[in-house]
């Protein structure tokens, strides 16, 4: 269905942390993109850049302040301090709910996604889509390292379960009604990619090339990345403790195995006295311990589940 002909609201959110280096460019590229679609009326002229100061330790907030004061569209949020691009990100799509926006775009400061994307974005949510997913064509600016890394990622998450749109990081519009399906994910540990498709909703995909940062460095290195994907699979996921049971329930055949195999080696009287026992013990009660944990562990699962509190549906239509 397609939506009312009035040109929506829409905020473009982008968290900055320590990107004093590139925000002006930022700013000009968003500045003009706004131009651009008020102009030609396929947004509403209230339209916003809203930036989250993530708690930067240099000039950014200043900066922001300044953007703020030349031209009105451009807002901020300020956070008490640093918590983190996911956490940044949702606190401005909230505020940008608050404010009531008709959809919010979420970018990274860096330029790497392709600000021109956002006209396609816009083109889908108007002809009914709530969640518009932005999607990397290739990766040849991204390291090696990166590209390898990521991919090996996104394999291991859906292996895991989360489904998670391959190639897409934070770059995606959402309508007013997908962030508050968001709003209802009360969890921590908050993994955004992972979430979103879980909020439903018709969505679609808007193919764009990934540059190179257009200055300062990135804010993700190795051990940001490693603790970013773990909290990514173990958010979603309680498939690491059926491993731990599946392991159990391997070392008891084992020992089922050597059993076997010693009663017959007793019986053709070639033995080592004292070894099938140590052996055999270290494997059976190795599997027991093992398998033990994995039951505690699918409890655990559970509570870790109920824990999260999660939106058991979500209405999208009424009739009659
Ligand atoms: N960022 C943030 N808080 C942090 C780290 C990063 O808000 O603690 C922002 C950062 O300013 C940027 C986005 O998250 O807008 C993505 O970071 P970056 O480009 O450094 O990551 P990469 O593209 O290298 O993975
Ligand atoms: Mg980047």
Redesign the pocket.
């Known amino acids: 269905p397609l939506r009312c002909s009035k040109a929506p609201v829409i905020y473009i959110v982008?968290?900055?942390?320590?990107?004093e280096e590139v925000l002006p460019l930022t700013a000009e590229f968003l500045g003009k993109k706004l131009d651009d679609l008020t102009r030609s009326r396929r947004i509403h002229p209230g339209s916003r850049v809203l930036m989250?100061d993530?708690g930067s330790k240099d000039r950014t907030w200043k900066l922001i302040e300044e953007l703020h004061e030349k031209d009105e569209r451009f807002a901020g949020v300020k956070l008490s301090r640093?918590?983190?691009?996911q956490n940044?990100?949702l606190a401005g799509l909230f505020e940008a709910a608050r404010r009531r926006c008709d959809a919010a775009i979420s970018m990274?400061?860096?330029l790497?996604d392709d600000v021109d994307a956002c006209d396609a974005m816009i083109e889908r949510y108007m002809a009914g889509c709530d969640i518009v997913y932005g999607v990397r064509r290739h990766r040849a600016t991204d390291t090696f390292f990166?590209r390898t890394t990521a991919l090996g990622f996104y394999k291991i998450m859906n292996a895991l379960g989360a489904n998670t749109v391959y190639n897409h990081?934070?770059y995606r519009l959402m309508s007013r009604r997908a962030l508050e399906g968001l709003a209802e994910f009360s969890e921590v540990n908050l993994f955004l990619r992972g979430i979103v498709p879980m909020i439903g909703y018709p969505s679609d995909v808007v193919y764009y090339d990934r540059k190179e940062?257009a200055a300062g460095?990135?804010?993700?290195p190795l051990k940001?990345?490693l603790a970013f994907a773990i909290d990514g699979i173990t958010s979603f996921s309680i498939k690491p403790i059926r491993l731990i049971t599946t392991l159990g329930v391997g070392a008891l055949c084992a020992s089922a195995l050597m059993i076997i195999w010693f009663i017959i080696g007793a019986v053709r009287g070639n033995t080592v006295s004292g070894w099938a026992t140590i052996v055999i013990s270290i494997w059976l009660f190795g599997g027991l311990i093992l398998l033990g944990l994995g039951v505690v562990g699918e409890y655990i699962g559970k509570i870790y589940m109920e824990a999260k509190g999660r939106p058991r549906f979500r209405v999208e239509k009424f009739l009659g």
Not at 14 to 19: A, I, L, Q, S
């Open positions: 982008v968290p900055c942390y320590n990107e989250v993530d640093n918590r983190g691009h940044a990100l990274d400061a860096d790497q990166k990081a934070d940062r460095e990135s804010k993700y940001k990345m």
